[in-house]
């Protein structure tokens, strides 16, 4: 059976609290509104058995391990609030492990931004999209 997708595979420690005092949301919503408009993130009954697909992130400061993304199944979603983001405190992909926090659990797929974050610190914004036709 082919395994699911759009949901966590890996081990998720979450803590259920706000985090929107941490940055600003202006430019990850605005870059995550472009993304949604060419049907890069979003939730189609077409595509992945209608589970929402695409992500964004950024990072809390230049350099900084710790990031912000869209929390899982939020594609259907116009615009996201500060209660649509978690935190991710620390991930570990090479334990395939998550430590976040917010008051939505994190996206499935949190760990892909991390060892792009370590080759090149410097970026702050990072997107995972799902191109396929429906």
């Known amino acids: 059976m082919k395994p699911q997708e759009g949901v966590i595979?890996?081990?998720?420690?979450?803590?259920?609290?706000?985090?929107?005092?941490?940055?600003s949301l202006v430019d990850i919503n605005a870059w995550r509104?472009?993304?949604v408009r060419l049907d890069l993130i979003g939730q189609s009954p077409w595509r992945?058995?209608?589970i929402g697909?695409?992500?964004?992130?950024?990072r809390i400061a230049p350099h900084s391990?710790?990031?912000?993304?869209?929390?899982?199944?939020?594609g259907h979603l116009k615009q996201l609030n500060?209660?649509?983001y978690c935190l991710i405190v620390k991930a570990e992909p090479h334990q395939n492990r998550?430590?976040?926090?917010?008051?939505c659990k994190t996206s499935s797929e949190s760990l892909?931004?991390?060892p792009r974050q370590r080759i090149r610190p410097e970026p702050r914004y990072s997107s995972r999209y799902s191109r396929t036709q429906p």
Do not use: D, M, W
Request: hydrophobic share 30%; aromatic share 8%.
């Open 112 to 114: 892909i931004p991390v």
């Open 53 to 58: 697909f695409g992500n964004i992130s950024q």
């Open 9 to 23: 595979k890996y081990q998720l420690n979450h803590s259920q609290q706000p985090i929107s005092s941490l940055c």
């Open 98 to 103: 998550t430590q976040s926090r917010g008051l």
């Open 82 to 84: 500060p209660e649509h």
């Open 65 to 74: 391990a710790r990031f912000i993304i869209s929390g899982t199944q939020t």
């Open 33 to 35: 509104t472009i993304a």
């Open 48 to 50: 992945y058995q209608n």
